[in-house]
T-cell receptor, first 113, second 116 residues
Framework: LAKTTQPISMDSYEGQEVNITCSHNNIATNDYITWYQQFPSQGPRFIIQGYKTKVTNEVASLFIPADRKSSTLSLPRVSLSDTAVYYCLVGARPMDSSYKLIFGSGTRLLVRP | GAVVSQHPSRVICKSGTSVKIECRSLDFQATTMFWYRQFPKKSLMLMATSNEGSKATYEQGVEKDKFLINHASLTLSTLTVTSAHPEDSSFYIC????????????FGQGTRLTVV
């Protein structure tokens, strides 16, 4: 499974856009990129998934360059409640028999008032 | 989204005893469930993958006799920590994959185990 590298922590202020970049140099052709959010003492929550270019949903956008060796999670106008740990994962799709989620170290985002 | 429920959310047990944690998919069938443990300020570590009706696949370094996993139905998997020791104290989290769909796994709310 491809190893991921993320910043350990990031600080931001309410209302700002936050971009968290993840490096995955050894991503395989069939791998997808998925981001999860985790609050203290809770299980992770799915944010977004993509394979290439750009994906957007109601909470975030995911930018993936053509070489797919990195990806950027973009959170528009963060609020205090977005303070959490964000994990970037790379691996097979859920339909694949080899599917499993391996978590890296994650990025601890602190949003200040 | 689909709901995965863990029970109990918190448990305290004495050293040497065993404790069982349940993971249920409430509104979907889960062919595959995953068990993780997480220490404070650390990331989730995958312990094992369990498929309904078959033996669990354990990650390297995880003692299968210590952490017994049973996936008897499409909606229930259990993790039993046997002969618990204080170092087994951790946050245990399960996740479940929706059968037959290309949908990301959903996670339970976790179980805080404290061994005294």
């Amino acid at each position: 499974l491809a190893k991921t590298t993320q910043p350990i922590s990031m600080d931001s202020y309410e209302g700002q856009e936050v971009n968290i970049t993840c490096s995955h140099n050894n991503i395989a052709t069939n791998d997808y990129i998925t981001w999860y959010q985790q609050f203290p003492s809770q299980g992770p929550r799915f944010i977004i998934q993509g394979y290439k270019t750009k994906v957007t949903n109601e909470v975030a956008s995911l930018f993936i360059p053509a070489d797919r060796k990195s990806s950027t999670l973009s959170l528009p106008r963060v609020s205090l409640s977005d303070t959490a740990v964000y994990y970037c994962l790379v691996g097979a799709r859920p339909m694949d028999s080899s599917y499993k989620l391996i978590f890296g170290s994650g990025t601890r985002l602190l949003v200040r008032p | 989204g689909a709901v995965v429920s863990q029970h109990p959310s918190r448990v305290i047990c004495k050293s040497g005893t065993s404790v069982k944690i349940e993971c249920r998919s409430l509104d979907f069938q889960a062919t595959t469930m995953f068990w993780y443990r997480q220490f404070p300020k650390k990331s989730l570590m995958l312990m094992a993958t369990s498929n309904e009706g078959s033996k669990a696949t354990y990650e390297q370094g995880v003692e299968k006799d210590k952490f017994l996993i049973n996936h008897a139905s499409l909606t229930l998997s259990t993790l039993t920590v046997t002969s618990a020791h204080p170092e087994d104290s951790s946050f245990y989290i399960c996740s479940a994959r929706v059968s037959g769909m290309n949908t990301e796994a959903f996670f339970g709310q976790g179980t805080r185990l404290t061994v005294v």
